[in-house]
């Protein structure tokens, strides 16, 4: 603005008339010291400026600050009162106290002495729950023990089974298609024989066949000494009317289980605790008794091999 002042004299000094060479460098001379002096207060009006926008940020700055810590006053206030109504809650309650009579204070320390026998029996009593507890624990540890032991030597007498099946059904490969079956049922091999494998009609004396196919069984029976033997004889329920050798079905059925039984002792490898021979008459059929070929299927010998359970009956009997 000074600037434009300065020159715009100038140049109505030299519209108006001639001016001398000195008046004009005095002119000039003070537009130099007039604009050093303009451009000198501009940088300050700067500095000021940048100073004020400096100040105003440190201004706000404080402001927030200065909220803050307003609200935390506040908050602190409201704690002060709630404490304080606390205080004064807390001595209200210790001049009561105070003001008890000692009869009342002597009931307040019998009862404190009940609640603490109480205390010291129900503690008494966690204690033997918690020893009993202990005891159970150990207990149970020992039965899931004992259990994977069971579980373990069933799966292994299982496995022997029905190794036992195979190598029996392999050793009587010969005979299938002529009234043999094998099969594993209940922890149990069951080999089945009809008797037209092995006897002739109201006869308890084996056959050529039939006698192969039970010496090829005793050489497997005789490779698995700790297996149980069950020879049982079957017959329909047609009544017998055969010679005077033999009475009845029951009777019949037990010589046919019994000649089974001798057979098998020939071989002397086969530990003879292990068989057993039984009758079982008509009383055990497989399928029904109505045509010819239901009565020949159930007229048969079955031979049930168990695996030995002293082992487990020794595990369950273990405390």
């Given at each position: 603005?000074?600037?434009?002042?300065?020159?715009?004299?100038?140049?109505?000094?030299?519209?108006?008339?001639?001016v001398s060479s000195k008046?004009?460098?005095?002119?000039?001379?003070?537009?130099?010291?007039?604009?050093?002096?303009?451009?000198?207060?501009?940088?300050?009006?700067?500095?000021?400026?940048?100073?004020?926008?400096?100040?105003?940020?440190?201004?706000?700055?404080?402001?927030?600050?200065?909220?803050?810590?307003?609200?935390?006053?506040?908050?602190?206030?409201?704690?002060?009162?709630?404490?304080?109504?606390?205080?004064?809650?807390?001595?209200?309650?210790?001049?009561?106290?105070?003001?008890?009579?000692?009869?009342?204070?002597?009931?307040?320390?019998?009862?404190?002495?009940?609640?603490?026998?109480?205390?010291?029996?129900?503690?008494?009593?966690?204690?033997?729950?918690?020893?009993?507890?202990?005891?159970?624990?150990?207990?149970?540890?020992?039965?899931?023990?004992?259990?994977?032991?069971?579980?373990?030597?069933?799966?292994?007498?299982?496995?022997?089974?029905?190794?036992?099946?195979?190598?029996?059904?392999?050793?009587?490969?010969?005979?299938?298609?002529?009234?043999?079956?094998?099969?594993?049922?209940?922890?149990?091999?069951?080999?089945?024989?009809?008797?037209?494998?092995?006897?002739?009609?109201?006869?308890?004396?084996?056959?050529?066949?039939?006698?192969?196919?039970?010496?090829?069984?005793?050489?497997?029976?005789?490779?698995?000494?700790?297996?149980?033997?069950?020879?049982?004889?079957?017959?329909?329920?047609?009544?017998?009317?055969?010679?005077?050798?033999?009475?009845?079905?029951?009777?019949?059925?037990?010589?046919?289980?019994?000649?089974?039984?001798?057979?098998?002792?020939?071989?002397?490898?086969?530990?003879?605790?292990?068989?057993?021979?039984?009758?079982?008459?008509?009383?055990a059929p497989i399928t029904?008794?109505?045509?010819?070929?239901?009565?020949?299927?159930?007229?048969?010998?079955?031979?049930?091999?168990?695996?030995?359970?002293?082992?487990?009956?020794?595990?369950?009997?273990?405390?």
């Amino acid at each position: 603005m000074l600037k434009k002042i300065i020159i715009l004299s100038v140049i109505i000094a030299l519209s108006s008339s001639c001016v001398s060479s000195k008046i004009y460098k005095e002119l000039d001379g003070k537009y130099t010291t007039l604009k050093n002096e303009y451009d000198n207060l501009s940088s300050e009006n700067d500095l000021i400026i940048n100073e004020k926008n400096l100040l105003q940020n440190k201004l706000d700055q404080i402001q927030i600050l200065y909220d803050a810590l307003l609200v935390n006053q506040n908050s602190l206030e409201q704690d002060y009162v709630a404490l304080q109504k606390k205080y004064d809650n807390l001595d209200n309650s210790y001049l009561a106290l105070e003001q008890n009579s000692s009869k009342e204070i002597a009931n307040n320390i019998q009862k404190n002495r009940e609640l603490l026998a109480q205390l010291e029996a129900k503690e008494l009593a966690l204690t033997a729950e918690n020893n009993r507890l202990l005891k159970l624990e150990s207990d149970m540890q020992k039965r899931s023990k004992r259990i994977t032991e069971l579980e373990t030597l069933i799966s292994s007498k299982d496995q022997a089974m029905r190794n036992l099946k195979n190598a029996i059904s392999n050793a009587l490969t010969a005979f299938e298609g002529k009234g043999l079956t094998v099969e594993q049922r209940d922890g149990k091999v069951y080999v089945s024989m009809e008797n037209k494998l092995l006897f002739e009609s109201g006869s308890w004396a084996v056959g050529s066949d039939g006698r192969k196919a039970i010496e090829q069984l005793g050489l497997v029976l005789a490779n698995n000494p700790e297996i149980a033997v069950l020879i049982e004889g079957h017959t329909d329920n047609d009544p017998f009317s055969g010679n005077g050798h033999i009475a009845n079905n029951w009777d019949l059925s037990t010589k046919r289980a019994t000649a089974i039984v001798k057979i098998l002792s020939e071989n002397q490898n086969i530990k003879l605790e292990n068989l057993t021979a039984a009758g079982r008459s008509e009383y055990a059929p497989i399928t029904l008794n109505n045509s010819s070929d239901g009565k020949a299927k159930n007229r048969r010998i079955e031979v049930v091999l168990t695996p030995k359970l002293d082992e487990i009956s020794k595990l369950l009997k273990t405390n």
